[in-house]
């Protein structure tokens, strides 16, 4: 049976729902925070000299970007696992709404099962 455009809208939105509940719950166990120091905590490691002068630095943005607070300061990190199921979670995805839009009402059913 050929699926109609609101069916195929809401089974997109489905897929998606599905994906970003997973990549939540990855992200949730794999994914490490970023941690920012607080202004207090950066002065004192400047006070201490832990921290070295950052390759580059330009005093006109400020005395923070003259030092380097790398060991003390990330973006967050994905570990190693939480990296490859994400990868394979968008691939997968991307397989799913593939079958969706090249497929039909059963098809689209059959994903959204498989996946949630």
């Known amino acids: 049976m ?28 794999h994914f490490t925070p970023p941690v920012q120091l607080k202004t207090e905590e950066a002065w004192d490691l400047v006070q201490k000299g832990k921290v070295k002068l950052a390759k580059g630095a330009c005093h006109y943005k400020g005395w923070r970007n003259i030092f380097d607070f790398s060991k003390y300061e990330h973006s967050g990190k994905w570990s190693k696992v939480g990296e490859t199921k994400s990868e394979t979670l968008k691939k997968d995805k991307q397989e799913a709404e593939d079958c969706l839009m090249l497929g039909d009402a059963e098809e689209a059913l059959a994903i959204i099962k498989q996946y949630s």
């Not at 809208?9 to 990549?23: L, N, S, T």
């Open 2 to 29: 050929p699926i109609t455009k609101a069916q195929r809208d809401y089974a997109m939105k489905r897929i998606g729902d599905i994906f970003r509940d997973k990549e939540r719950e990855n992200k949730d166990k």
